[in-house]
């Protein structure tokens, strides 16, 4: 695999695959551990996942200054240790009962990553802009972008395991710890960078930091406590009068103003030929926020379908190996009582009156009356967050054969451009969630469990959409943006990360008003299907900018 291939590149992968590993598996449990209610912060699940949503936000908002240090002050090396060594931290301290020590261990998650993440990707491609490797670049993204899945794959055992045997802080100390090895293994590999993890400094026509700071930053913070103080027009359907659904998203999209302006700037400002390849990357940005909409419903929507619509009852050897290495709980049916399983309620909010509901989450609500186990005797449930190495699994086993299907069109001279590989992943993307809607409408609409196969039917054609867009987007990046703003163009791409990682979790906290869960599944997939056409639409114009830099 390593073969004409840079001898930094294995490093690289390790370091992503171990940062992924811990970043994963905080994800994978983060709004399980919110929810719970005997040792978690007992949230409802609107705001479980509008935190969610904030957080995931926010951590991939940060790359745009992460980027802009890397590039002009820092250099690439001591951004991504510096930003590891602070995700590392934030992990430990999440695990801590303490919502205040829950704040900061997130602020440290979100300000590291936007040292780490930006900047090990711009250096894979700092490897590959040289003439030797040029032709290699999109094979080299999806390498590594395989390292990141074999970490969040393997992450969700060791969080089960440890949740369940130990609980929720240890499984978050075991995130911190592979975040660490991830930055040991990057130090290791330092021989091979050479001068790719030197900074490029300011060029000439770039804005001055103090500049940036003035006109970016700190209108972002006061834009955003704007969005948090002011109200919308108070009303039945939205009786807290907020403007976008809660004060978090207020704030988050007031803040991002300043930033989009910042960006369409550059486009305004840029010289003559960079104006069309970064008009192209801004263009691309834009299209793919739903594609993340969509796909960061991983970790909210689809946990919660994961947790209460599917049969996760295992028994033989199954039930035999999972229960001994701790990726199961046993169950006790008692039909009498509410207390069916790990928590006996959850809270709701009812026109801002904290109510209990008892009897939540019972496993076995929705359960068929002919399946139901017998009074008293207990069944084996695989934990929730095993769900969410599924789409990492499939993209273990998916990307060798993408990678081969490519290579073997390039030798053909048949292989599509960069942006028709975007707009092919959108358009798949959209069909995966066709799935969605044909589980719900086998289980019911929820009054019956329905197989875990929903869930991997579902997550193996996404991630074929998901194999065709985002190493693609990384690649792109790397291949349009002019040289002195490279990292600033990455963070470009992570800040529509970001804004479509707000919107997941805007989506997500609107689950519970579903009556028919297909309706929810039926706007997703219109989203995706929006942003395909969009794409399809404008692929004439991106594949001319390709070609007039002498790029595929």
């Known amino acids: 695999m390593w073969k004409n291939h840079p001898k930094a ?29 005997e040792a978690g912060f007992a949230m409802t699940e609107k705001e479980a996942s509008d935190l969610y949503g904030t957080f995931i936000a926010l951590v ?30 934030g992990y430990f301290m999440m695990g801590i009962h303490n919502t205040t020590m829950l704040y900061i261990a997130m ?35 999806n390498i590594f972008y395989m390292g990141i899945n074999i970490g969040a794959f393997i992450c969700n055992f060791f969080g089960a395991a440890l949740q369940i045997l130990l609980g929720w802080q240890y499984a978050f100390m075991a995130a911190g ?24 400094g300011t060029q000439e026509g770039d804005m001055p930091f103090y500049k940036i700071v003035l006109y970016i930053l700190l209108p972002s913070v006061v834009f955003g406590a704007i969005g948090w103080l002011l109200k919308g027009v108070q009303s039945a359907t939205n009786s807290d009068s907020y403007i976008f659904g809660s004060d978090s998203t207020d704030a988050f999209i007031f803040a991002c103003i300043p930033v989009i302006f910042f960006y369409g700037s550059l486009y305004v400002k840029a010289k003559v030929e960079d104006k069309r390849p970064i008009g192209a990357l801004l263009t691309i940005f834009s299209v793919v926020i739903l594609f993340w909409a969509v796909f960061k419903l991983n970790g909210s929507a689809l946990n919660t379908w994961a947790d ?33 399983y790990d928590e006996g309620f959850r809270l709701q909010k009812k026109n801002g009156v904290v109510e209990k509901e008892m009897g939540y989450p019972i496993y076995f609500r929705n359960v068929a009356k002919e399946k139901l186990p017998k009074e008293g005797s207990t069944v084996s449930l695989w934990a929730t967050n095993l769900s969410q190495s599924i789409n990492p699994g499939w993209v273990i086993i998916l990307t060798p054969l993408v990678v081969a299907f490519f290579t073997f069109l390039r030798r053909r001279k048949k292989e599509p451009s960069t942006p028709t590989k975007i707009a092919f992943g959108l358009l798949i993307s959209a069909l995966s969630v066709l799935v969605m809607v ?15 196969w929903w869930l991997v039917a579902n997550y ?25 703003i490279t990292s600033l163009m990455m963070g470009g791409w992570f800040l529509s990360t970001s804004i479509g990682n707000k919107l997941s979790g805007v989506l997500a906290s609107l689950w519970d008003t579903y009556n028919d869960k ?14 395909s056409l969009l794409m399809f639409v404008l692929l004439k114009q991106l594949n001319k900018v390709m070609k007039e830099k002498g790029i595929n």
């Not at 599917?310 to 039909?335: M, P």
């Not at 044909?438 to 875990?452: D, L, M, P």
């Not at 297909?518 to 942003?531: C, E, K, R, T, Y």
Request: glycine residues 12%; aromatic residues 16%; proline residues 2%.
């Open 460 to 484: 193996g054609i996404i991630t074929i959409g998901e194999l065709f867009l985002s190493p693609m987007g990384l690649s792109i990046v790397s291949k349009l943006s002019p040289v002195n």
């Open 107 to 141: 602020t440290l998650v979100i300000v590291g990553n936007g040292f780490f993440k930006p900047n090990i990707s711009t250096l894979l491609g700092n490897f590959y802009n040289d003439e030797k490797f040029k032709d290699k670049k999109d094979e080299g993204y």
């Open 308 to 340: 209460r619509y599917t049969d996760r009852e295992i028994s033989g050897k199954t039930e035999q190996v999972f229960n001994g290495l701790k990726f199961a709980k046993e169950v006790t049916y008692k039909a009498d009582s509410v207390d069916l």
């Open 9 to 37: 590149l294995p490093f690289l992968f390790l370091s992503e695959m171990w940062e992924r590993f811990g970043y994963y598996l905080m994800i994978g449990i983060f709004t399980l551990y919110l929810k719970d209610v």
């Open 60 to 89: 991939f908002l940060t790359p745009f200054i992460g980027g802009l240090i890397a590039d002009r002050y820092l250099g690439y090396k001591k951004s991504i240790v510096i930003g590891g060594l602070m995700m590392g931290a």
């Open 438 to 452: 044909a589980a719900v409408q086998i289980g019911g609409n929820g009054s019956e469990k329905v197989s875990v």
């Open 177 to 200: 710890l592979g975040m660490f090895v991830g930055v040991c293994i990057f130090l290791l590999g330092t021989k091979y960078y050479g001068d790719k993890t030197e900074k490029k």
């Open 518 to 531: 297909a309706d929810f599944f039926w706007i997703n997939f219109g989203l995706l299907l929006l942003a």
